[in-house]
């Protein structure tokens, strides 16, 4: 099935992401025959062919149930398998915008890793667009062209294995935008740059976990004539909806002179559902306590035609330093050595 269409309802074959909680979903390949298994229980794949997309699928055992989602490039980042570290959504859609990609784009990434990145590439540059992938391992390069293809996006992506660092990228006039995820990206950067459109402007990304690795790129960058050189880092902050009991600031007042900073004495359940049916209540945001930190450094810049061709200004005349002459010009039929002035 292809991540670029959409259909309602589910075919053996077809890709399904099974939402088992919000922090847990697995992505399964529709077959006959064959189960899925969870600790909610057994859910057949023979069952599922038919339902439509977001249907709720209880477990044969009745102990709990799961959704059946259409595949997203979001959702396959969630539930993807993993064969290297990987672009998580804030990072991607950062990337995304800063690079300009649209529908017929032209996009080179390094490397490929899990496919992460490439899937969100490909819906963002489609269906005209095309996707120029590089990865120097081997058998992630075949696990990743197979994934592509299964999935509707070989026409889109074209996948090549192959060491950037010391062959380059075999391109030249081509791309609007190069994406680096390389352990040394600063050893790419020069390919990087003939693969540019030359006669327009083009933006190139390097995503590098350490500060030390972004001193290189941005030494690179500057030696090959790239400029607005800027680093950029996504912290993720996420928030959690709770209800809350509305109090006016009288009985604020009044219960913080009775409790006296004393915390209140742990109320039963019966009691937090009767206040939780009451009108007087209103939604809180609260945020968790760890907060995942740094992935990555973003360090973006951009490729000018305008400094890679050295277009200089056309020189300016050099001014007398002699003092202007006072003395009247002499007229041109005024043959030279005459006493006579001219008729």
Not at 118 to 144: D, V
Request: charged content about 25%; glycine content about 6%.
């Amino acid at each position: 099935m292809s991540f670029n269409a959409w259909k309602t309802h589910i075919e053996e074959g077809d890709t399904v992401i099974v939402h088992i909680s919000r922090n847990n979903m697995q992505t399964i390949v529709v077959k006959k025959g064959e189960e899925f298994t969870s600790r909610y229980g057994n859910f057949k794949h023979d069952k599922m062919i038919g339902k439509e997309y977001g249907s709720k699928m209880v477990s044969t055992n009745y102990k709990g149930f799961v959704y059946l989602l259409h595949p997203t490039p979001e959702l396959w980042t969630l539930s993807l398998p993993h064969r290297t570290q990987i672009l998580y959504i804030a990072d991607i859609s950062f990337i995304t915008t800063y690079l300009d990609m649209k529908p017929g784009s032209r996009v080179i990434e390094s490397g490929t890793g899990s496919g992460s990145f490439s899937h969100s590439i490909a819906r963002a540059i489609g269906p005209t667009g095309k996707l120029y992938t590089f990865e120097y391992h081997e058998q992630r390069a075949e696990q990743a062209r197979k994934e592509f293809n299964d999935h509707g996006l070989g026409d889109i992506i074209q996948l090549q294995h192959r060491d950037v660092c010391k062959d380059g990228f075999g391109l030249k006039d081509a791309v609007n935008a190069v994406f680096l995820d390389l352990p040394a990206p600063w050893e790419a950067v020069a390919s990087a740059k003939e693969t540019f459109i030359q006669h327009r402007t083009g933006k190139i990304c390097c995503f590098s976990p350490c500060i030390e690795q972004v001193a290189k790129t941005v030494e690179a960058l500057n030696s090959n004539g790239f400029v607005d050189i800027t680093m950029y880092e996504c912290l993720v902050r996420s928030y959690d909806l709770m209800p809350t009991r509305k109090v006016t600031f009288e009985e604020a007042i009044e219960k913080a002179k009775l409790g006296q900073g004393v915390l209140p004495k742990k109320r039963s359940s019966e009691e937090v559902n009767e206040e939780n049916d009451r009108k007087n209540q209103i939604w809180v945001t609260k945020t968790p306590v760890e907060t995942r930190g740094h992935t990555s450094y973003l360090t973006f810049a951009t490729f000018l035609p305008a400094i890679d061709t050295n277009l200089a200004p056309p020189p300016t005349p050099a001014l007398s330093s002699s003092p202007p002459s006072t003395e009247s010009p002499v007229p041109e039929n005024n043959e030279k050595g005459s006493d006579q002035p001219a008729a």
